[in-house]
């Protein structure tokens, strides 16, 4: 499954309307059809080099099978877009865009998973549980990754 969005391509970098020097809104994801077999999709948005490790900036799930796209800003709500949204990182339900510490350009990755299940789980759960419930169900995935470096 190939993931991919209008803000910017796979590898460059992600304009600052998206991170937490901007707007702070999603941007626009689009990707083709997913398996046959797709019950629901997940989409998880993390950052491997923040100095605390993995830091997660998103999580989505039990998306319609039949989705193709999101719409830039969805809304930071426990229900959107047909999905339930997760806690990020920041503590928040919904998506959390870049805030690196000054320094070095850290990348984000957005992954788009076709799982043969819906999860049972609640708005609020977190990328750890979303995980685990996922386990064995995954049919596809798709990545995209965007770079980000603070300005301020």
Partial sequence: ???????????????QK?????????????????????????????????????????????????????????PKTATAVGGLQGRNDFQQIGYGGPCPPRGKPHRYFFKLYAL????????????RDVEAAMKGHIQANGELMGTYQRSK
């Fill in 116 to 127: 043969d299940a819906v999860l049972d789980l609640r708005p609020g759960a977190t990328k």
């Fill in 1 to 15: 499954m190939e993931l991919a969005s209008t803000a910017f391509k796979n590898g460059e970098v992600i304009p």
């Fill in 18 to 74: 998206y991170t937490c020097e901007g707007a702070d809104v999603s941007p626009a994801l689009s990707w083709a059809e997913a398996p046959q077999g797709t019950k629901t999709l997940v989409l998880i948005v993390d950052d491997p080099d923040a100095p605390v490790g993995t830091w997660v900036h998103w999580v989505l799930f039990n998306l319609p099978a039949t989705a193709r796209a999101l719409t830039e800003a969805v």
